[in-house]
């Protein structure tokens, strides 16, 4: 699956899918004003790969993601590479939307994850100065998976925050999202 940003959304490019890829992959445009989602979510059959296209538009991905019963995992950008065999992967990353970058997963297992487009012009209110300065340097920044202080789980959360964006009208995920931007820390 390949992606990237059109007219400050997350867009899929040629994804001719399955029904069973289309309960793997939703993307999530108007649940909260400017910000664009992207989950897969279920067990992995095959060997996976989502690519990022850079996007022409400024912004930040913010990618978060449990991997459970994991072989192998590889992400890949223009300055960064790095493989997981752990049984339990979670990571929480941020990378600049104008770079492109890869998520590949071994055939077996099962992932949860969520990626947000944060454009650049509400960056500055979700993401503290000192982490934005080290994203802008680095183009991608590895963040502690301890951020997630308000519950017991990085994959809990994930769960959670997947069902307020399946309601249309959800009263909460404002605040959850912005409570969880609010703990992140390097």
């Keep these: 699956m390949v992606y990237t940003i ?24 108007n649940r909260l004003p400017d910000l664009s989602f992207l989950t897969l979510k279920g067990s992995l059959q095959n060997k996976t790969s989502t690519v990022f296209d850079p996007a022409q538009e400024p912004g930040i991905i913010l990618s ?35 770079v492109p970058f890869a998520h590949r997963y071994a055939s077996s ?47 809990e959360f994930l769960n959670m925050l997947t069902k307020e964006l399946g309601k249309r009208e959800s009263e909460s995920l404002n605040t959850y999202f912005e409570n969880f931007m609010q703990c992140i820390t390097l």
Aim: proline letters at 3%; aromatic letters at 8%.
């Design 64 to 98: 978060v993601q449990t991997v459970l019963r994991n072989n192998k995992y590889e992400f890949e950008s223009a300055n960064n590479i790095s493989v997981n065999y752990s049984p339990l992967m979670e990571s929480i990353q941020l990378m600049v939307a104008n």
């Design 6 to 29: 059109e007219n400050g959304k997350i867009k899929i490019k040629n994804f001719d899918s399955s029904a069973d890829q289309q309960e793997l992959v939703k993307i999530y445009d």
């Design 109 to 155: 297992g099962s992932v949860n994850r969520l990626d947000v487009y944060i454009p650049a012009d509400k960056v500055k209110t979700l993401i503290p100065q000192s982490i934005l300065s080290q994203v802008y340097r680095k183009q991608v920044v590895n963040l502690s998976t301890a951020t997630n202080k308000f519950l017991s789980s990085l994959n």
